[in-house]
């Protein structure tokens, strides 16, 4: 049986699309077999992100409406064979997706993957519902800033409230939280939310914390998801929020301001 | 054809008990006019029962007619009488207004249990008990226990929760833009960020209690107080607020 993972968080741009790539590429690096479905239907964007705009035949509402069939429609990663994406449609929007026609996607994916990580639309109205509806565990994106961690509140809400596991009284959702664009620096002075602020308001527990990272945006531009970048600090905070999804205990790297160098004193730059 | 215009309804009513211990027209008018004074606002026009249960004199020297008269002098509205001693009843009737059996509570009690059909009836002595609290406290609270909701996960920014009858009890936080609602107590065992409404149809005896206390808005019978105020007084600790003579009052706890 795959674990369904929802990437989500309520609020716009906090990272959600980054995150499922890095996270489902993770999951397939360490020979997970892994498929990644963009639920945002209208705004297509995981294809970019993971570089294969131009292999994009058949989508996510293809299949729904059985226009295609799955094997039509996964896209194959070139960098890794047990990783799979499902593109969401372009020319669509969100009133294309039917809770029973998920269903039966999700279940036949379930036969042959490990994890299904669905990446959700922002908002709270029917594609996010849609996305986070059948999850086994949720990642929560959270930016470190008071807007996003309300609307991520939101979001653990509806996911205690509105998922299959709440409706059924099954067991809860697992909820994790990722905190990305951390800046330690801009902790220290007073301008961003600390990891300890986000954790007292939201109170579940933390998965990981994605430092803010030009890597992101260059690999975002480039269609190569920032895991794949090694020497970068968000693909490595990535990669250990892949251990801990996986169970692992990892220590949190990144989040403590640099030490100013040798020449920044001598010169006396503040 | 025709429709319903009418429904008989069991209901319990919040009302003052006005306890008289002995009469005289001088003496209680002086002591019913200080006791408003205190609250002029508060008890105007409140409904009232008078008991006589606890009353010394004679009944046959004891003028209701007027005592009820005084009592609307001040704004109240006395409505019934509530008495064991037989030899009130003709004087009640003279007044107009009703007479309560003195175990009119408890006889409801025992028959709640008798409907319900419940295998072990309660015991006499803890209905005894029952009963005599709701004669002796101001039967702000019907004698039944109330009922609890309890809450284990958090409240999250968008949730409302309603213990309907009952005290609320909340294990874990209310997030900022949550709102939890009682029409009893409310207790938070956890960081109170959101909007607390107890008493909500008018229990003035409801409190709010939390573990911390950084609420948007603390409300109990519909008298409100925002956060900026709450800041003023207790803040980022434990705390309750309660209604005292109409004014909220937030103690550290």
Same mark, same amino acid.
Request: with cysteine.
């Given at each position: ?85 499902? $593109?969401? *449609?372009?020319?669509?929007? #969100?009133?294309?997706?039917?809770? @029973?026609? /998920?269903?039966?996607?999700? %279940?036949?994916? !379930? ?99 994605? $430092?803010? *990272?030009?890597?992101?945006? #260059?690999?975002?531009?480039?269609? @190569?998801? /920032?895991?794949?970048?090694? %020497?970068?600090? !968000? ?27 040798f020449l920044k004193r001598l010169l006396g730059a503040n | 054809m025709s429709e319903i215009c009418l429904q008989l309804k069991g209901s319990v009513i919040t009302t003052f008990i006005l306890e008289l211990y002995h009469y005289s027209t001088s003496e209680f008018t002086q002591q019913l006019k200080d006791k408003i004074n205190q609250a002029p606002a508060f008890f105007e026009q409140s409904p009232v029962v008078i008991s006589l249960e606890k009353l010394e004199n004679d009944p046959l020297e004891t003028d209701l007619t007027e005592l009820v008269s005084i ?183």
């Amino acid at each position: 049986m795959a674990e369904i993972i929802v990437v989500t968080s309520g609020k716009g741009g906090v990272g959600k699309t980054t995150t499922s790539a890095a996270i489902g590429s993770g999951l397939a690096m360490r020979g997970h077999r892994t498929v990644i479905i963009d639920f945002d239907v209208g705004l297509r964007n995981l294809d970019l992100i993971m570089g294969c705009e131009r292999r994009v035949v058949y989508d996510f509402v293809n299949v729904l409406n059985k226009e295609a069939n799955l094997n039509q429609a996964l896209i194959k990663d070139k960098r890794n064979d047990k990783l799979f994406i499902l $593109p969401a *449609s372009q020319t669509r929007d #969100k009133d294309a997706l039917t809770q @029973e026609g /998920v269903q039966e996607i999700l %279940s036949e994916l !379930a036969e042959t993957f490990d994890y299904i990580i669905c990446d959700s639309p922002a908002g709270i109205e029917k594609g996010a519902q849609m996305a986070l509806y059948y999850a086994d565990q949720a990642i929560v994106v959270t930016n470190p800033e008071v807007s996003s961690v309300r609307d991520s509140d939101r979001i653990l809400g509806i996911l205690q409230s509105k998922s299959l596991r709440a409706e059924t009284a099954a067991e809860p959702v697992k909820e994790h939280l990722l905190l990305t664009r951390y800046n330690p620096q801009r902790v220290e002075e007073g301008e961003m939310l600390s990891i300890a602020d986000v954790e007292d308001i939201l109170a579940i527990p933390l998965l990981g914390v994605i $430092p803010e *990272s030009e890597a992101v945006l #260059k690999a975002s531009n480039q269609g @190569e998801p /920032v895991i794949f970048d090694e %020497s970068a600090d !968000a693909g490595q905070a990535y990669s250990d929020a892949v251990a801990r999804l996986l169970g692992e205990s990892v220590e949190l790297r990144f989040v403590e301001a640099g030490k100013k160098g040798f020449l920044k004193r001598l010169l006396g730059a503040n | 054809m025709s429709e319903i215009c009418l429904q008989l309804k069991g209901s319990v009513i919040t009302t003052f008990i006005l306890e008289l211990y002995h009469y005289s027209t001088s003496e209680f008018t002086q002591q019913l006019k200080d006791k408003i004074n205190q609250a002029p606002a508060f008890f105007e026009q409140s409904p009232v029962v008078i008991s006589l249960e606890k009353l010394e004199n004679d009944p046959l020297e004891t003028d209701l007619t007027e005592l009820v008269s005084i009592c609307r002098q001040y704004k109240l509205q006395p409505m019934a009488f509530r008495c064991e001693d037989a030899r009130f009843i003709p004087l009640i009737a003279k007044t107009g207004l009703v007479h309560l059996p003195v175990n009119a509570s408890r006889a409801s009690i025992k028959e709640e249990v008798d409907l319900s059909g419940s295998a072990d009836i309660q015991t006499p002595p803890v209905q005894n008990s029952v009963s005599k609290n709701s004669v002796q406290a101001d039967q702000r609270d019907s004698p039944e226990l109330r009922k609890n909701k309890i809450i284990s996960r958090p409240v999250r920014s968008g949730q409302q929760v309603y213990a309907e009858g009952a005290d609320l009890i909340i294990l874990s936080q209310v997030s900022e833009g949550a709102e939890v609602l009682a029409d009893g107590n409310i207790h938070v065992y956890g960081t109170l960020r959101g909007r607390a409404l107890a008493g909500v149809k008018g229990d003035t005896s409801a409190r709010v209690f939390c573990k911390r206390l950084e609420a948007e808005l603390i409300s109990i019978a519909g008298h409100f107080m925002l956060s900026d105020s709450l800041r003023e007084k207790v803040w980022e600790q434990s705390a309750q607020v309660f209604l005292d003579q109409q004014t909220l009052q937030v103690e550290a706890l």
